[in-house]
């Protein structure tokens, strides 16, 4: 229930009762609501100074006569002060509505059909043939599942794609790496570790040897000109590399719809770099095509090199093309760390100058780095951690801890899968995605922090509560027990829930759920401190009851848009 909404419609109704005509609107006045700084004074205010001049009274006078003209069951008091009207709640009877609405709801509560079917197009993930996938994949991967979740629960149809990257020189050389000192067995069974020591030798030994350099290209080439050995390898080496990402999309339950990466766009570049030229978009410049894009600011998009070779960016404009077409996106978003944010930037224009005003719906969901324990990953410096090493390790020492704090728990490496990858995802999905991240084990796998496992916690305890409770929740709540300051900040968080999820999807920006998430722990972890839940009167207990299976609905249904498990018993 909007209380300040319809406060503001008892307002403008009593407005006309008594003065004929309301000088404001409903939808005016709400803006004027205040939220007085302690409860004592009402939880919400209505300053009638403003209406002193249309209405030509006092500002106490037009207060006692609003007063005495609103009669609503959920108010439980209303007090005209100086001017001023304060609203006091009556707090059981917006517990009952909130909460019976969420339950009503169940598991869809805060869903909605904002979206009506239309489809948004997410490429996250897009990793990279032949190389492993490390954790600077984590965030992509990690903000656009939970995007996916979050459209889908709000009535979006999504198309998860990962743009892999399955395109350029390096594959040439890595082919005739292969065909010089590789074993297919050998690569078969070590993955995508074997390939990157194929491609590190190649890069050794070629440094000042021209002769396997130019046989790196001819290689490329090849593949270019459809060879089917040098395509039967590359398709090869594409599915050990997938075969290895898998693993790390299975752990994480993530799934992708397509995986149409750069190579994809191999026979759909052309009509796009031909309407560039009709349009008279194309200029020369040193031998290359490029997109002239002074005007903004910006560096020239390149669409073709001297030697006619396509780049990353003409595959994004024909991915952009295919993708509007295949799809009629309402929505195209691009979760990619902000080191491409001039790409992108370019990418639209282009698009837009294009004359195509769905230039406006793609957007670059942009995100910052990671460090490691102090440590920068890049692959230069050969600081690379790898995910699926960190999952494990995640997953290892989660089992540490609750080996030590649960050693009674039944299905611990199920729990400590739960816990472990859940605590690395979290941590990723903590902060304002823009924002850099520093990854420390102790922070977060904290069990009193702000982390997954306190969430996950606060979710097992109340399915704790419930079990001893035994199910059945047979006595009418009272919901007078729900009144007291606890259990009211958990009601207002419940309330919450379904804006919340709106905004995080307006934004793109699951950090919102994430620390709703923490709010709403802390606040039934206060609430459970203070307040017995298994009180002795049936009524209260029963409404403390109802409050507790809401939280754990909810807690579970958050982080389950975040990509989280819950476990039911930690
Ligand atoms: N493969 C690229 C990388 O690892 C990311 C691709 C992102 N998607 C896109 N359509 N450009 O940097």
């Known amino acids: 229930m909007d209380f300040k909404m319809s406060i503001a419609r008892c307002v403008e109704g009593a407005l006309e009762k008594q003065f004929t005509q309301s000088p404001m609107t409903a939808d005016e006045i709400a803006p004027f ?12 205010a209505f300053p009638c100074f403003r209406l002193a001049k249309s209405l030509r009274k006092a500002p106490p006078a037009i207060a006692d006569a609003l ?47 904002i979206g009506g079917g239309a489809t948004v197009c997410i490429d996250y993930s897009s990793i990279n043939i032949a190389k492993r996938f490390h954790i600077g994949h984590l965030s992509s991967t990690m903000i656009g599942n939970a995007l996916s979740r979050i459209y889908r629960f709000l009535g979006y149809n999504v198309e998860s794609i990962n743009h892999l990257g399955d395109w350029g020189t390096q594959f040439g050389k890595m082919i005739c790496a292969y065909k010089k000192w590789g074993d297919r067995q050998v690569v078969e069974k070590g993955g995508v570790d074997e390939m990157v020591k194929l491609y590190v030798r190649f890069e050794r030994e070629s440094a000042d040897d021209g002769e396997l350099q130019q046989q790196g290209r001819d290689w490329f080439k090849k593949i270019e000109q459809g060879d089917p050995e040098a395509l039967e390898i590359f398709d090869w080496f594409k599915s050990v590399t997938l075969k290895d990402a898998e693993r790390v999309y299975d752990i994480l339950g993530v799934k992708f719809d397509s995986y149409a990466g750069e190579s994809f766009y191999n026979d759909k570049m052309d009509p796009v770099v031909e309407e560039l030229d009709k349009k008279g978009l194309l200029t020369e410049s040193d031998g290359a095509k490029i997109v002239n894009l002074e005007d903004y600011n910006m560096p020239p998009c390149l669409i073709l090199k001297k030697d006619g070779a396509t780049l990353y960016a003409t595959r994004d404009l024909a991915a952009a093309f295919y993708r509007k077409k295949t799809y009629d996106f309402a929505k195209c978003l691009y ?40 440590e920068t990953l890049s692959t230069r410096k050969g600081h690379i951690v790898y995910l699926e090493d960190l999952l494990n390790e995640a997953v290892k020492k989660a089992r540490d801890i609750i080996d030590e704090k649960s050693p009674d728990l039944e299905n611990k490496d ?107 722990a802390q606040a039934y972890n206060k609430f459970y401190y203070e307040r017995r839940i298994l009180d002795d009167d049936a009524g209260v207990r029963s409404a403390r009851l109802k409050l507790t299976t809401i939280v754990k609905t909810v807690l579970a249904r958050a982080l389950y848009l975040i990509g989280v498990e819950a476990p039911e018993r930690m």
Request: glycine share 6%.
């Open 33 to 44: 609501l205040e939220v007085p700084p302690d409860t004592a004074m009402g939880d919400y």
């Open 67 to 113: 007063r005495d003209a609103i009669d609503e069951k959920f108010l439980a008091r209303i007090d005209s002060v100086k001017g001023y009207l304060n609203f006091y709640i009556n707090r059981a009877t917006y517990a009952r509505e909130v909460l019976e609405k969420a339950e009503k709801e169940g598991g869809d509560y805060g869903s909605r059909d």
């Open 414 to 520: 199920e729990v400590a899968r739960q816990v472990g990858v859940g605590a690395m995802v979290f941590f990723d999905l903590y902060n304002n995605r823009i924002k850099d991240i520093d990854f420390y084990w102790d922070r977060a796998l904290n069990f009193d922090g702000e982390t997954a496992p306190y969430v996950q916690y606060t979710h097992a305890r109340c399915s704790s509560v419930l079990r001893k409770a035994g199910d059945e929740i047979t006595q009418e709540p009272d919901y007078e027990a729900l009144a007291d300051a606890e259990a009211q900040d958990v009601v207002r968080l419940i309330e919450r829930f379904p804006e919340i999820v709106v905004s995080a999807m307006e934004r793109n920006e699951p950090s919102l759920i994430t620390r709703f998430t923490i709010d709403l």
């Open 335 to 374: 979760v990619v760390a902000y080191q491409q944010d001039l790409h992108f930037r370019q990418l639209f224009k282009v698009i837009e100058l294009m004359g195509y005003d769905w230039y406006k719906d793609m957007e670059h969901v942009s995100f910052g780095m990671v460090s490691y324990e102090g």
